[in-house]
């Protein structure tokens, strides 16, 4: 058997950040009491007419602007027919023959080189209703029912796991940042389906494919698709042959389980919505899409950069748009990027991720850090004291001069004090003083720590390191 490689495609639902839903004028939002922001068009009521919310068509557009797709000039709505429960009125309205977005990519970095997923197709459709299963019973929440969704479907040119992360780490900062989807996994406004085959090596024929259904987060894509693949690859090196199934990933045993045979395709009866007009999408339409959209990941990345932040502080805050949308508005400040992202990256990340928060939520406002970055930049504050307001910051606010008068830490910025407290370290340390007298740099950065610990963190810095220079300078 000739080597055989993995071919991959990704289907990603995302729920559209409207105010109202695709057809009704129910609330789009989540986490409210079951059935309560519902209506007759949801439910599906006989007799019910929906009426296009323009919002999900301004989104999709954008959607379509940051994944390169093409877009369709005029489009109309499917019906896609087929009965479960959590679909009250027996179809589901969607775009099967006019996808608003098709022919589109994202660009990833494979191992350092560029990388163009392609994108077959996106389009708009609406959401069922959640179903819910309780013992034996099963109940039914249709406050997601219409929700606006787009599905955007890949060319199936992924070649690993580690391909998928990437590109949907991309898509998803893409989504987050056009403000077109909340994107959050975990709570279902992004969901995720693999389809996985294998084929010969020299081969354009694709293999028979098996769809890996709702991954629940993306570390779970990597491992869901790399056991797919390498059950498959085991299958065939035994003989057998594969069968299209659609199957889920089981994340307590970091395997796909089979949850039903494709033993052929169904036939959804697809037929245009009668109840919808065409909407036709001009240049004008797309034009001012573009002219307000907000500034995207790669922009940002670039400008942040350029100011010398580093990359992980850059990947760091790229990942949460909330930090990156407060770094920006402190940069306007003219506070400097370097500090204010390393503290951002550090200690304020470190509280938001341990107390499951964004940063809107904590007390910390862009000038009270600011004037903190400013003192740290000014050498007028030790990094242990900035630590200390920092955390006096997020948790109670205020502002940085009434945290140190409030908590006695004013900064000793007299000459005399502080050589006074050089000297007793020295005479203190004198194993320590030879040791530098010997050429050991390294010794006086201990020496700079017990004068800091002597002081409780409050001698000036900058004087502290001149005094101590000197004061060595006199031994040797």
């Given amino acids: 058997m000739s080597k055989l490689v993995p071919t991959i495609g990704i289907e990603v639902h995302a729920e559209l950040k409207t105010k109202s839903k695709v057809f009704s004028p129910s609330l789009n939002a989540y ?13 599906g009521y006989p007799g019910t007419l929906p009426n296009l919310n323009r919002e999900v068509i301004d989104l999709a557009i954008k959607a379509c602007i940051v994944t390169h797709c093409d877009i369709a000039p005029v489009m109309y709505f499917d019906r896609k027919n087929y009965f479960y429960p959590d679909l009250s009125k027996g179809y589901q309205i969607t775009q099967q023959t006019t996808p608003i977005g098709f022919n589109g990519y994202i660009e990833i970095v494979v191992n350092g080189l560029k990388k163009k997923i392609g994108i077959e197709r996106l389009h708009i459709e609406e959401d069922t209703s959640k179903s819910i299963h309780e013992g034996e019973s099963t109940l039914l929440d249709f406050n997601r029912a219409g929700i606006p969704l787009i599905e955007i479907v890949t060319k199936p040119v992924i070649e690993s796991g580690e391909e998928a992360v990437l590109y949907l780490e991309k898509l998803r900062e893409l989504l987050l940042y056009a403000e077109v989807s909340d994107v959050k996994i975990e709570e279902g406004s992004m969901r995720c389906d693999a389809n996985v085959s294998l084929k010969e090596l020299d081969s354009d024929v694709l293999g028979v494919k098996n769809e890996v259904k709702n991954i629940g987060s993306i570390s779970s894509v ?108 402190v940069i306007k400040l003219e506070g400097n990027p370097i500090i204010s992202a390393n503290l951002l990256t550090g200690d304020v990340l470190s509280y938001l991720n341990k107390h499951n928060l964004t940063i809107d939520k904590t007390k910390l406002d862009e000038q009270n850090f600011n004037d903190l970055v400013n003192l740290l930049d000014r050498g007028e504050i030790s990094s242990k004291i900035g630590k200390e307001l920092l955390n006096e910051l997020i948790v109670y606010g205020g502002t940085v001069s009434e945290i140190i008068d409030k908590k006695g830490l004013k900064q000793i910025s007299d000459i005399d ?5 050089v000297r007793q370290v020295i005479n203190d340390n004198m194993n320590v003083v030879e040791d ?19 002081s409780k963190g409050q001698a000036n810095p900058k004087m502290l390191n001149e005094i101590l220079t000197e004061e060595l300078s006199k031994d040797s």
């Fill in 31 to 43: 986490g409210e009491i079951a059935n309560s922001k519902t209506n007759v068009i949801d439910l």
């Fill in 222 to 329: 990597k491992s869901a698709i790399n056991y797919e693949i390498e059950r498959q690859k085991n299958l065939l090196e035994d003989g057998e042959q594969i069968k299209e199934q659609t199957r889920r990933y089981d994340e307590k045993k970091s395997a796909t389980v089979l949850m039903r045979m494709k033993e052929s395709n169904n036939d959804y009866r697809y037929f245009p919505e009668p109840d919808i007009p065409y909407v036709h999408i001009d240049e004008e339409w797309v034009e001012g899409i573009k002219d307000n959209m907000p500034m995207l990941p790669d922009e940002l990345r670039e400008k942040y950069q350029a100011l010398g932040i580093n990359d992980i502080a850059v990947k760091a805050l790229i990942a949460r748009k909330d930090v990156a949308s407060f770094l920006k508005n």
């Fill in 417 to 421: 004090s502080i050589r006074k407290l």
């Fill in 436 to 454: 530098y007298k010997d050429g050991n740099e390294r010794s006086i950065k201990y020496l700079i720590g017990q004068v800091m610990k002597e």
